[in-house]
């Protein structure tokens, strides 16, 4: 008896010291989140928006998009250590967010993933030098930071995880240094259904890990527990995705007038954030705007007219009166110019996955006319080579050895004055669509073609220009090429 009264005491003073603990620690994080307010105002959505809940799921911090969790040992161990460490990992968590970083999880490489968005985040973070998160080991950071954009000059999420899967030789030296970047626990990010998943395939999970993949932490039994979800499941209404894109963007348009007003360093947090906005486009669907009307051969089965031709065939035994029309009308694309820019950054391997891609689309969804009527101009700052293909057979050939000519300067009005002569040489009967492929260092005409207009750029950290107010303005990710 004596030796259980002594374990409740035991047990009830570990309880008061955690709740002491929690609170202790609860304090230091809204310290760390009004830090990063007076810091930067045009955050306030996104620092407000989630409650914050100590757990022991995780071993440092961690977010999901609806609640940020801490393990409060490691706050008081680390507003010890270094004070800017707690502020450093709250407004790590916040970009995650607002950068759409944890929404994605469900799709990639987890292990790139985790590495590609610390990066991005880390960078954003850095950039803005801000005292109140400048931490001892931020020299290295960024010595590392400027070797990794030797090779990828942008370092968002999305181009850092390009690069490891593209480069998986120089992946693991890039990942040596991962631990250097980690601030908070990914596990939040793993999806729900994961866990039912893993149930029904009979792998083992811990009541922890179970805890942390479905977003409570491991407080949340027993009545108080229950009350406490049901509380916060009720804060939590409305916070999803969508949700944090609209967060992102009222981010985006008050921190380009903040870093007008103060002179703040927030490039990297400005191209994270239009990378976390930007539509992603189908390419395939973009090009069918260029389909024409037209006949192809073929029997309309649709207008045939079953009543005429089998009375014909009673009536004179195999004549049937009304014979199926052998044509349709169909939407094809039939004649087409495709522009490519070999100035720049337009070169190599780039402008082959564009030809490839557009002849795939072509060639795939049979969205073009049996003969048809393509010319595919080189240029810089005049016409350099011009390749006409009427046929599958022409396309292949041309495909088998794409040879680049050029590499000077941009000019944009040479192709739409060459295509202008062509048409009044008869060489188009009814060209609807140039696609110009570049990067958009050049001059625009002035006047407005005949023929619809569309310049396709590929993100890759270069400025993207407005077009005329004729053109279709088309940037596309190097994964969406």
Known sequence: ?????????????????????????????????????????????????????????????????????????????????????????????????????????????????????????????????????????????????????????????????????DHPERAGEWLASAGLFVQDDHIHWIPPKEVDAADRTGDTITMDTRTAMMGCHEADTGEEGEDQVEDLEEALVGQSQDDWADVSQHAKLDLETFSREQGFGAGSLLRNLKEALREKYDYGAFLKRFAVLGEEMHINDEEFDYVYYTYGLQLYGNLPLVEPLEYRENKRIREFVIAIDTSGSCQGATVEKFLRKTYDILKNTESYFRRVNIHIIQCDSKIQRDVKVTSDEEFDAYMQDVELSGFGGTDFRPVFAYVDEMIARHEFQDLRGLIYFTDGQGTFPERMPDYETAFVFIEEGYTIPEVPSWAIRLVLGEDEI
């Open 1 to 165: 008896m004596q030796l259980t009264e002594e374990m409740r005491e035991i047990m009830e003073e570990e309880d008061a010291r955690k709740a002491e603990y929690q609170a202790l620690a609860a304090k230091i994080m809204t310290f760390a989140r009004d830090q990063i307010m007076v810091s930067m105002r045009f955050l306030d959505r996104a620092l407000f928006r989630m409650p914050m809940i100590p757990t022991d799921t995780v071993e440092t911090y961690g977010v999901n998009g609806r609640v940020i969790y801490f393990q409060a040992e490691h706050v008081l161990r680390s507003f010890r250590q270094e004070p800017n460490r707690c502020t450093r990992a709250f407004l790590h968590m916040i970009l995650h967010c607002i950068f759409s970083h944890p929404f994605q999880y469900e799709k990639m490489e987890r292990e790139y993933w985790d590495f590609a968005c610390d990066v991005a985040v880390e960078q954003s973070i850095l950039d803005l030098r801000l005292a109140d998160t400048r931490l001892d080991a931020d020299t290295k950071r960024e010595k590392l930071l400027k070797q990794f954009a030797e090779e990828v000059p942008a370092l968002t999420a999305e181009r850092v995880y390009r690069f490891l899967k």
